[in-house]
């Protein structure tokens, strides 16, 4: 079964809760606070999958959860994190956050990607321990870990694209030009699924060419198949647009051509964009009047014209020869920009978020509910995301609470067991 789209769950791991805990031990009086931090959440990793050319596995299953770290004990031992949770997707998925329809990744090779961050261990009662405050009976819970509702789609990674009507002759060009074996038969909607063939053109040098089906007028409103196809052409470099010459179910061929042109505008405005090829398909069954009377149309719009057989394999080699020729000269297949962005935190004159800063032992303390879902989304040895981290800070209006109650660059600022020294 091919499925193409899926929605789904992730739930990436809590951290641990710190532990209170003291050490005890024979002839020891007093021997302090000895609890330890709790283990980090696990994360919630995709990772593409060659083995994959579907989404149906997310069919049934559409909640996945990553396990939490474990507590903190006693004797400073720290909590075990926990093991990341690998989902296999299909090379080619592009993932959306479900609320807001933003990129959050593209998967187009094997390279793992972290979508939602396990949250970090609490710190245990062990490094709350002060000269004037020697028996902490209190530590801090764990980070809960990032959640979304995620939108799956799979987008084919092929460098051609092979669209017209149904019937035209698609499934068996790419049948003759590569290893595909595509369900070849003479009515409409043959092919049910896309379908990939690879083309060798010389040694050591080849492309992907993917037939893409059920393209019929109005299936960018979701007429026919072609709405639930259309997706897979966006990224294709070049549009090979197949058009049956000789009418032989009654159409126009320039009406065929102008409608699944203007059915791939509909679409995607870039598709309009799109380099592309025109083949005059079946041409052993067209008048030579026809041929030419449909390429002077086509060569009229500055586009490559090749006259076709496919069924009786003539004229295939020079078209794949052009083929090649302009890939060549294309930029490498779409990926997708990821545009997500973690949610800033916004400050109205009316409401502003709440926060409370003490000083204990001249260390200032931090503490606001809000936080605790945005410092779960940052890790503290990544650079950008302490950078987000101190935006944050200074839009809430923390850095501005702090300057007025007289932090000096070097004091210590304590926020959800993080602490660092305050610079300006």
């Known amino acids: 079964m091919f499925i193409d789209k899926a929605f789904i769950r ?6 641990g809760n710190g532990a209170v805990s003291f050490h005890r031990e024979k002839y020891v009086a007093a021997g302090g606070p000895d609890g330890g931090d709790g283990g980090k959440g696990a994360n919630v990793v995709l990772k593409g999958s060659r083995d994959m050319n579907t989404l149906v596995d997310f069919k049934y299953k559409k909640k996945f959860i990553a396990p939490n770290g474990e507590n903190g004990s006693s004797k400073r031992c720290s909590g075990k994190s926990g093991v990341d949770l690998v989902i296999l997707v299909p090379i080619g998925t592009v993932v959306k956050n479900a609320e807001t329809g933003q990129v959050m990744a593209d998967i187009s090779d094997e390279e793992p990607v972290i979508i939602a961050k396990g949250g970090n261990g609490g710190w245990g009662n062990s490094h709350f321990a ?18 979304f509702d995620l939108q799956l789609e799979l987008k084919l990674l092929a460098d051609v694209g092979l669209v017209g009507y149904p019937n035209v002759g698609k499934s068996t060009l790419i049948s003759v030009v590569s290893g ?18 690879v083309v060798k053109v010389a040694e050591g040098k ?6 893409i089906p059920g393209l019929i007028e109005g299936a960018s409103e979701g007429v026919g198949l072609g709405h639930e196809f259309l997706r897979h052409v966006e990224r294709c470099r070049l549009v090979v647009h197949v058009v049956d010459v000789s009418g032989s179910e009654g159409r126009d061929p320039k009406e065929d051509f102008a409608t699944i042109n203007g059915e791939l505008a509909n679409f995607n405005e870039e598709l309009s964009q799109r380099e592309q090829i025109v083949v005059a398909n079946k041409a052993d069954m067209a008048t030579p009047e026809q041929i030419e009377e449909f390429r002077t149309f086509v060569e009229r719009k500055g586009l490559p014209f090749f006259v076709l057989s496919a069924a009786g394999r003539q004229g295939v080699e020079p078209l794949i020869q052009a083929i090649e020729a302009k890939l060549d000269q294309l930029p490498p297949i779409k990926r997708f920009e990821v545009d997500y962005v973690p949610e800033e935190v916004a400050v109205s004159k009316e409401d502003k978020w709440k926060f409370d800063i003490t000083v204990e032992d001249g260390v ?42 007289g932090i000096e660059e070097g004091d210590t600022v304590s926020i959800l067991n993080f602490e660092f020294d305050y610079i300006r």
Not at 130 to 147: D, E, H, L, S, Y
Not at 180 to 195: C, D
Not at 369 to 378: A, E, I, R, S
């Open 10 to 15: 992730v739930q990436a791991g809590n951290g």
């Open 130 to 147: 002060t000269p004037t405050r020697q028996i902490p009976r209190f530590a801090k819970p764990g980070i809960p870990g990032q959640q």
């Open 180 to 197: 595909a074996k595509p369900k070849i038969a003479n009515y409409h909607f043959t092919t049910l699924t896309p379908v990939l063939g």
């Open 206 to 211: 080849s492309f992907v060419m993917a037939d």
């Open 364 to 405: 200032y303390i931090v503490e606001a509910d809000w936080l605790v879902k945005v410092f779960g989304m940052v890790d503290v040895e990544d650079e950008e995301d302490l950078g987000y981290f101190q935006r944050v800070l200074r839009t809430s209006g923390i850095i501005d609470r702090l300057e007025e109650m």
